[in-house]
């Protein structure tokens, strides 16, 4: 009876042990399956957000380029702007600078002329010379234009193909007003220009303009006749030129032999 009870108790112990430990494997096997099923949905669930975010990312993309797009659309558009801006800046900055500059020529030459007024003993502060100064100095700039001009500026497109048969162009009587550069004294008097055309003519008054370039500097009759001549020949390209000027100088009819002729 002994054995059998101390039987009993351990067949007993036994299987309170064996079921305590399939218990025990079955909470690991179903944890792990837990965990397993946790890992896999975190994982579905992180793979759908970086779906969702490339799907995001794609249309953020296709937006930032369509952004892109727009935005060098309104810079190329801005910058045709700016340059049209920069075009009529730099036209006006030009024009300003040139304004600038005769300013200060002005203020240069009207400096001049209240030394040469006290140095040949007149007041420039007399009521008759208070503005001398500048009316010299403007008139002065005046009568010397043609270092600030060309003849081919002024000649233009006035400048025509035309085929001719030999005859001679000739404008007499240009009149023209100068000084001359060894006393700065007036000389005036006509241009005569003529010229035979080889295929291209210039318009008849733009001789005139070329005459009235060389004219308004400090010249004298001989360089003023070639430099006419030269200008003519180089944008008309002729056979031949000639330029007869018939003048009166200041210079030798006011002083030294005063004579006229």
Known sequence: RALCFCFVVVVRFTLRVRCLSVLWEMSFVAGNVEVELVGAATAAGEESQQHEHNKRGHLECKGCEELNRKAQKMAEMQLGVAGEVGSMTTSSSSSSLSQSVEEDRLEVLKTCVRTILENIGEDPTRDGLLDTPERFAKALLFLTKGYRMSARDEVGSA???????????????????????????????????????????????????????????????????????????????????????????????????????
């Open 159 to 261: 400048l025509f193909e035309e085929e001719t048969s030999g005859e001679l162009v000739v404008v007499k009587d240009i009149e023209f007003h100068s000084l001359c550069e060894h006393h700065m004294l007036p000389f005036h008097g006509r241009v005569t220009i003529g010229y035979l055309p080889q295929g291209k003519v210039l318009g008849l008054s733009k001789l005139a303009r070329v005459a009235e370039v060389f004219a308004r500097r400090l010249q004298i009759q001989e360089k003023m006749s070639r430099q006419i001549a030269l200008a003519v020949e180089e944008l008309g390209q002729p056979r031949g030129v000639g330029v007869i000027i018939q003048a009166e100088h200041m210079c030798m009819s006011m002083r030294g032999v005063q004579k006229c002729q």
